[in-house]
C-alpha cells in the first residue's frame, strides 16, 4: 500500500466511486477519466458473450476481439487478448465489482472448453493445441492461414486466472479453497505446463507477425511460472518444473537488452529487419508490474532504469512520424502506436498504446511512493531530463525534490492519456487505431483491448494519486538475478482437459503428430491447402482446409508441407487442394486415405511423415 502521507502530499486529487468522494472541481480531467472508464468497461462488457450486445452468437464466456466482421474482421476471440481482458475484469471485480463475478466464471468454463478444441497448431494431449492464438466465437477451430502458435496466450491466461484462484484462496475460505482446486487449477495447470515444455521454442508475437522470440511472451511467461509456482504449492501440487523453467527464462529474458531499449524480437525469421523499438516492451512493463518490487531491471518493473529509458526511446520513435504529433515539443506527451515501421492500415497511433505509457508511469509512481525512495541514475538520466529538465542523477527522498519529480511523471503520464481522450470521439467508442493524420478512429471499431487498457490505465491512475487498492503481487521481488550462462530447456508436461470446469469429458485423447510433404510445382501466388474428411482437415471445405508451408520449396524438390495433430488409430480421407489467385479452387483427382497409428508411448516419438505427389489438375498462371 502507498503511504497515506505521501498520497496527501501529491498535488492531484483523488476521486472514486468506490468511496463516493466528492469531484473536486480543480480536478475536471479525473471526472472525465471516470466518465470515459464507464464507458470503457461497458464496452469490454458488450462485446463479451453470450449476452453483450456487440457479440451476437458468441457462446458463454467467449470475449470477441471485436464487433468489426469486416475490414478488418475481428469476429473470433484471441487467447491474448481475452486473456488481457479478463486479468483486469478480475482485478475489478476483486476491487469491489462483484457483479462481474459471472463473467469470470463463464470465462473459466469458456477456456476449459477452449483448451480441448483441436486447432491447427495441435491438440490438448500434446500441449501444442494451447498455442493456437485465436478461434471462431462459438468455440470452433479456425483453420484459416495465420500467425501461429503464439505462445503468450497460455501464460497470460493463467496469469488472469491466478489473480482469481488467489482471491478465491485469500477470501473465501473453505469453498474458495475447492474451486481455486477444482476448478480453477485444473486449466492454470494445462496452461503452465504448456509454459514450461515450449517456451524455448520460437513462436509469432503479439503482433502475429514476426516469427522468433518476444519479449512480451518471455516475460509474461517468467510471470505465469513464478505466481503458477506459489499457488501449486499452496494447493500441495508439484512445482519443480515450474520453478526450474522459471529461472530459466528470466535469464533469457536479459538477452533482449541492447544498451538502449529492450530489442522486441529476437532470433527471427531470416530476413527480418527492425530496429526493435516496439509497444511489445511497454506492454510488458505493465504486465510485468508488481507493486511490492523495488525498481528492479531483471524483471522490467515500470520504475526500473532499464524499463524508464526504454520508454523513453520507444516515445521518441513516434515524436516525428505522426502529423498530429507535429509541433509538440520534445518534452511533452505524444500519441505513440505499436512501432515505427508499422504500415497495418497505414501505421497509426493505437490507443492501448499510448495509454500504455501513462500506465507505466503511473505504476513506477506507485513504486517511488511505496519504497518512499527514488534514485536518478547515469542510465536513466535521459528519461529524466524529459520529464524534469533540471534532473540530476542522486537518490530523492520526502523533504527533497521528491514530491516535485513525482508530479513530473504524473503530469507526464496525464498527458498521453489526454491525447488519447483528445482523439476519442464524443461517444467515447475506442477503434483500434486513430489517424496518424487527424486523429480519426481508423480500423476495427469498439476493440475489447482498447477499452481494458483504459480502465487498467485508469485503476494504477487512481492507485498512484490515491490510497484506491492496488493490483496483487506476484512474486517479482522474490526471484533472484540470474547467474552463469542461460540454459535452453523444456519440461514436458501432461495436459488433460479440465472436466469439473467444464471440459467435454471425452476430450483430450491421445493425438499423433502427422506430417504430409507433398511434390506440387505451384506458380508464385498459387498456393496449396490439405482438405479431408475430419473437422481437423476442414470438413472437405476449401475454406476450411489446411494451409501448407512452402519453406523449403525448390526448383528442384516442389515441397510443401503441413503439420497436424490427428486422432490415434483412426482413419482419414484427404486431397491436397490449390487455391489460385483469383480464389478458385483445384481440388486433386481422387480420394486418399492414410491410418494415423495408434500411441505407443507418452513420450512422444509418434510421429508419422507421409510422403505424396500431387495428382490432378495444374493451375495456370494468371
Ligand atoms: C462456428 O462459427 C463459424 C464462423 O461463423 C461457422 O462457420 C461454423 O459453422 C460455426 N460452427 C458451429 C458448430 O456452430
Ligand atoms: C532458448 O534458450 C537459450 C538460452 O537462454 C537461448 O539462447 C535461445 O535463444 C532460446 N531459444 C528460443 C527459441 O527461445
Ligand atoms: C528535440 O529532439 C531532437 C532529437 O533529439 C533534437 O534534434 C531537437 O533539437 C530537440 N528540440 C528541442 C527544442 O529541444
Ligand atoms: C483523416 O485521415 C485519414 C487518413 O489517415 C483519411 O482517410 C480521412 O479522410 C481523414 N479524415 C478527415 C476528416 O480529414
Ligand atoms: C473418413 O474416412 C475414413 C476412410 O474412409 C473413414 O473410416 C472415417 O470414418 C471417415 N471419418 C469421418 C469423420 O467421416
Ligand atoms: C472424396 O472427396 C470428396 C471431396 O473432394 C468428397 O466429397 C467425397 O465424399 C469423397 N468420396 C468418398 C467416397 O468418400
Ligand atoms: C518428391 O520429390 C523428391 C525430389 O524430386 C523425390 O525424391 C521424392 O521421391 C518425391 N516424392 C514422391 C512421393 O513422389
Known sequence: MILRLLALALST????????EPIHPRDSFSAKIEKQNKI??????????PKGS???????????????TVDPNYYYTWTRDAALTM??????????????????QDYLKAQAILQTVSNPSGALSSGRGLGEPKFYSNITRFNGDWGRPQRDGPALRATALITYANWLLDTRKSSGAREAAEKVWPVVQNDLNYVAQYWNSTGFDLWEEVSGSSFFTVAAQHRALVEGSALAKQLGQSSTAYDSQATNLLCFLQAFWNGKYAVANINTQSGFSRAGIDSNTVLTSIASFDPEAPCDDVTFQPCSSKALLNLKAYVDAFRTIYTINKNTPNASAVATGRYPEDVYYGGNPWYLTTLAVAEQLYDAVQQWSSLNSLTISDTDLPFWQTVYPSAEPGTYEPGSDFSKLLDAVLDYADGFVKIALKYTPSSGALAEQFSRENGTAVSARDLTWSYASFVT?????????????????????????????????????????????????????????????????????????LSGNTTDLGAWRPADALPGRADQYTEQRPLWTFEVELPQGKAVQYRYVRKEEDGEYVFESRNRTVEVPFCTSTEGGNDKVVEDSWVGPVGTQG
Open 87 to 104: 486479468r483486469m475484469i478480475v482485478d475489478e471485480f476483486t476491487h469491489g465489482k462483484n457483479e462481474l463475478r459471472s463473467y469470470i
Open 40 to 49: 470503457a468497461l461497458q464496452g469490454v462488457l458488450n462485446n463479451f458473450g
Open 457 to 529: 490505465m485508469r485503476a494504477a491512475r487512481l492507485s498512484a494519486t490515491s490510497n484506491y487498492p492496488q493490483i496483487g503481487s506476484w512474486g517479482a521481488s522474490s526471484v533472484s538475478a540470474p547467474s552463469g550462462t542461460c540454459s535452453a530447456s523444456s519440461s514436458p508436461g501432461v495436459y488433460k482437459p479440465a472436466i469439473a470446469a467444464g471440459a467435454p469429458p471425452d476430450a483430450g485423447g491421445c493425438t499423433i503428430l502427422m506430417t504430409f510433404n507433398v511434390n506440387a510445382s505451384t506458380y508464385f501466388g498459387e498456393n496449396v491447402y
Open 54 to 68: 456487440q457479440a451476437p452468437g458468441a457462446s458463454a464466456g467467449i470475449i470477441i476481439a471485436s464487433p468489426s
Open 13 to 20: 486529487v483523488f476521486i472514486y466511486e468506490a468511496v463516493g
